[in-house]
């Protein structure tokens, strides 16, 4: 592959701006070092830092999220339509906050000192109200309708309403007086509000993984629809007001998470009601995708120490982490948590929880080279899911159905189950992972066809079957193809189709390339000669 250069890469991409991607380069990867450092454990000298302080540490991770988004031109900076009106009006979005504010902290302080009550029963209501406005905002960007309520969407930049959502729950969850103070003070209406009303993701975001799904299952769904599905997807997108709840919902849930252990029977309750809402939206894609990296960052805590990690996974919340691992703000501590992951961690997983594992190794492979499956981290996830759960897993993960690629569990469990192979210990599971990573590469694509649907097959048969381009079979196939009619599908023709795809013999000397007939291999030889030496070679290394 010749360099890329900055003459060469103008040549390709149009109007590129080039001084602008350096700057976003330099500063993002002094971001992404920042990130990493934040997303540590703090010290334990630093509870001794007041309240304040160690809200502000916890703030960075939000701002720095921010400060590369406004840079991106992403949408947090989006200004709300009745922005600019000094005092606030009355009911917005900043009177709202400003309410919140002074009830949470200037109150409850105030009434530390004097035996002065607090009405905490206004705070459900406020909450109901910043997040409807959220909602009747994004609804009417995306939508392109109108509100008489868009004229109280009053923010200079909507992140804002994020972070001071964040601080707010911050206070509580930093401070657990003040938060039983105010779960008693604000009653049922708030407990429902944080613990049980369903999590609103927004109408088109419903809309696009209702399409996302039918173009999944459809046998026949062809590129035009996967497309057209992800267009609707990337509009979709667009809508930030559940992410922007996600760090309100997610110290909460980690508060309460934290306090279980030593706390009275109604802490207990609450534990384990947000328990399985933090299981549900950190590893469920759907919600992932529209929480996105507040919900993470949120719930740092639980992957700092290990009590909590062992109840969080053991409840169906490995996937999370690994997902974390994968792509996060905080991948660096979602690693060495991985690292040095406690055995309990893996006890009491369900079929659901495992196959949500099982999907975020395989993007884990997808994201990296396939070298990172011989790395300790998944060697262990293999072991033990192996040592505690058998071949279930495995089985299921090799055939599941989607965008997901099921090569790698396709594999694994296809030569335990051939080859009975035992998989006792964790040097067999490296021993067949390095396998894996080896494959060659005409075995690695018959993998890939068996795991095709029937249209992926005929729009990618170029990547398949027979390696001589000049092969009679592909070229019929190709004629073939053009004539076929969607939703008319005849069996002899999958067949030949089928039969080409996965039964052409590997070259017994390198086992790169596979063709359909000798024909084909002896016209192909020429080319293939320097490679097949070359592989030959290596492989007596
Ligand atoms: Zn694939
Ligand atoms: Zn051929
Ligand atoms: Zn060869």
């Given amino acids: 592959m010749p360099r890329i250069t900055r003459e060469n890469l103008a040549e390709v991409v149009d109007g590129i701006d080039w001084d602008f991607l350096q700057k976003f380069v330099e500063v993002g990867g002094k971001q992404k070092a920042e990130l990493d450092r934040l997303s540590k454990r703090p010290p334990s000298s630093s509870s001794h830092a007041s309240l304040e302080e160690q809200i502000n540490s916890r703030c960075q991770t939000a701002l720095i999220g921010f400060k590369m988004q406004e840079m991106a031109g992403g949408g947090l900076t989006a ?3 009745g922005a600019g009106r000094f005092p606030p009006v009355q009911g917005g979005m900043l009177d709202c906050l400003n309410q919140l504010k002074k009830i949470v902290i200037d109150d409850y302080n105030a009434s530390q000192r004097s035996q002065r009550t607090v009405n905490y029963k206004k705070i459900p209501v406020l909450l109901k109200r910043v997040r409807s406005l959220l909602r009747i905002f994004y609804d009417c960007q995306i939508g392109q309708k109108a509100h008489p309520d868009l004229l109280l969407c009053d923010w200079p930049q909507v992140f804002d309403v994020g972070l001071e ?9 930093l401070d657990r007086p003040r938060l039983l103070a105010v779960m008693d003070g604000a009653g049922a209406e708030f407990e429902t509000f944080v613990l049980e009303d369903p999590f609103d993701v927004g109408q088109y975001r419903l809309i696009a993984q209702a399409l996302q799904e039918a173009v999944a299952k459809d046998e026949e769904a062809d590129d035009d629809d996967r497309m057209d599905a992800g267009e609707v997807e990337s509009k979709a997108g667009g809508d930030l007001a559940a992410h922007l709840m996600g760090w309100f919902y997610g110290d909460l849930h980690t508060a309460l998470i934290l306090n279980e252990p030593d706390g009275n029977e109604k802490e207990k309750k609450w534990a384990r009601k947000a328990m399985k809402r933090l299981v549900f939206w950190s590893t469920n894609h759907v919600m992932r995708d529209v929480v996105g990296d507040s919900l993470t960052d949120a719930m740092k805590p639980i ?3 290990k009590e909590p990690l062992i109840r969080f996974c ?6 999370a982490l690994i997902g974390d691992w994968v792509n996060s ?9 991985l690292k040095d992951l406690p055995d309990e961690c893996w006890e009491n997983q369900t079929k659901k929880s495992l196959a949500a594992i099982t999907k975020e190794l395989q993007y884990k492979v997808a994201h990296e080279s396939s070298e990172i499956v011989v790395t300790p981290i998944f060697v262990n996830a293999m072991y033990n899911m192996y040592r505690h759960y058998g071949i279930s897993p495995f089985s299921s993960a090799g055939r599941q159905e989607g965008r997901d690629d099921p090569v790698l569990f396709y594999y694994l469990q ?12 964790k040097s067999d ?20 066809w068996e795991n095709c649907t029937i249209s992926i097959k005929w729009d990618c048969l170029e990547f398949y079957g027979c390696n001589n381009p000049a092969c009679p079979e592909k070229k019929a196939l190709m004629d073939l193809r053009k004539r076929r009619v969607r939703g008319v599908r005849v069996k002899e023709v999958e067949d030949r189709l089928d039969k080409w795809g996965s039964r052409c013999p590997a070259c017994s000397a390198c086992g790169e390339t596979a063709y359909c007939s000798p024909t084909c291999q002896k016209e192909h030889w020429p080319t293939h000669k320097p490679i097949c030496v070359k592989k030959r070679k290596d492989r007596k290394k």
């Fill in 303 to 305: 992957y700092w120490y």
């Fill in 165 to 173: 959502l964040h601080k707010i729950a911050l206070y509580l969850s």
């Fill in 414 to 425: 296809h030569r335990i189950k051939k080859e009975g192979l035992g998989m006792n210990t």
């Fill in 329 to 337: 703000s905080c991948q660096v501590l979602c690693e060495e948590t």
């Fill in 79 to 81: 200004r709300g339509p």
């Fill in 429 to 448: 599971w490296r021993k067949l992972l390095q396998n894996y990573v080896d494959i060659p590469k005409s075995a690695e694509r018959r993998y890939h």
């Fill in 314 to 319: 053991q409840a169906g919340g490995m996937a």
